[in-house]
Structure formats: C-alpha cells, structure tokens
C-alpha cells in the first residue's frame, strides 16, 4: 500500500489539474454554442468573448461549466470523455474492427517489438565491444552519442523514404526507427554494468587466472544485469515512442499514430486522446512485464531488485 500510495497521489493531482483546466480550455467554444442555442451569455458578441481568458469567461458563465465537460468537439475533453472513449474502441469493438484500439495497438506493437530485440541486441553488442576495445570505446561511443542528437521527427522521414524507394516497406522501416531510439539507452546502460565490478573482483579472477571470457560470463555479465533491466525499460519505451513517430509521416491507415493523425485531421479530439492514452498504457504495460522480469531473474540470481 505504501509503495501504490505516491503513484495514486499524483494520478489524482493530474486528474485534478484535468477537471480544473476543462472549462477554460473550452469555454469559448461552448459560449459560441450556447448563444446558437439561444442561452444566455456574458459577453453576448462572439467579438466581445475574445477580450476575455478562458478562465475569466468561465467566471462570468458559471451556468455554462457544466457544458464545458459534455462538449462534442472540445479542445480539451475531459476524464470521462476520454474514459467513455477508450471503453467504446477497446472494450465494445471487436478486435478485427478498425475502431477498435486493440486492433491498432497490435499494428504499432508488432514493429515496436521487432525493433527492441534490433535494438537491444545491437545496443548489447556494441557494449561488449566498447568494454574490450579500446578502439571502440574511442570511436563508436562519441558517434552513438551524437547519433541521439539527430531530432527524430525529421530522421524518420528520411528512413521512410529511402527504404521505400528499395521497395522495403510496412513492418520493417517502422522497426528500424524503433531500433534507433532503443539501442542507446542498453548501450550505456550495458558499458556501466560491465564496468561495474570493481578492482578488487577484477584481482580475483586474475588471481585464478581467468580468461576474458571466463570474467566476461563469470562476473562482468552477472554484475551488469541491474543495469541492463532498467536500460530495456528505458528502451521499450523508446521504441513504442519511435514507431508511433515512423507512422505519422508515412500516411499510416492503422496503428496508435494513424488514429492520432485521424482524430487531428478530422477533427475527433477524443479519437487522438484515446490513441494517446491507449499508448501510454501499453508502455506502463510493457515496462511492468520487464520490472516483474526483473525481479523473478534478479531474485534467482541472489541479487536485490533495484
């Protein structure tokens, strides 16, 4: 209880600040409409309306607030209208319905998936070689470094295009962006656990005259698992970040960034938030199977879950 009492803690001071900000986002909107409807409104001209903050018209149409949470189209739907949402595409579609958000959370994890096992396992290999070589740690480090300076937003593109013009489309260029975001966080964070033993593990297995494999497997690999679990939390995440980014600017037609795009080019807010929450709970959904993961491996190697 105590360790769920800080997250529901801040959920509710989010929720919170969400429930505040709803009538002064929308206000404007729903002050135009109810003077269609023939409601009462201070400022009666759309003209005059402009002078005031959402906030400041809120005040003055304090009859009006509850309509600012009910809004069709609002700028900012509120909880329920995002929850009513969420239940409507994930719950009561079927699952092959392209409504249903099942069915494009799939489309975005398949590439999402793919890209962390690129990711990860060039992310592990180019730590082993960084670790061993000296030409490496020179040389590769400082360039995957600046490669995370490059704004992915207009590195996709790019992937996107030129892999097309070779006729590579749909899963793949999706996974490699993936890969991009992914490998970085498990190359650093697997050069810090494989550095982690210190001299005096270091003496002993020379003591024993210990080959580099010997202590790779024996002692760096074991030392460096910590490290490794939370650079894969860090990297799904990134990943499902990255594919959602390759769907935006390749007209996608299903996936988490399709209906984001769907739900802003059409004008359906509440279809872009529900795609937006959908994501973010495959990302928690992902991360907690890697921190149970964790814990069960970390547990049977003898070590503490940190």
Partial sequence: MKSILPVLTVIGAI????IVCVPMMNMHLVADQAQRDELVVTPDTPAARQDYSGAGLALRNTHLIPLTYTFVRPRLPSPHQVAGEMYDTIIDKKITSKRSLVYHGWVTLA????GFLIGTGLGILLAVGIVYSRVMDKSVMPWAIVSQTIPILALAPMIIVVLGSMGIQGL??????AAYLSFFPVVVGMVKGLRSPDGMQL?????YNASKSQGFWALRLPASAPYLFASLKIGISASLVGTIVAELPTGAKAGFGARMLVGDQYGQPLVSWAALFAAALTAAALVGLFSLIERITLKRMGMAAT
């Fill in 15 to 18: 929720l919170l600040f969400w």
């Fill in 172 to 177: 793949f260029p999706k996974s490699i962006i």
């Fill in 111 to 114: 590439p999402t998936l793919l």
């Fill in 203 to 207: 003496d002993l297995l020379r003591t």
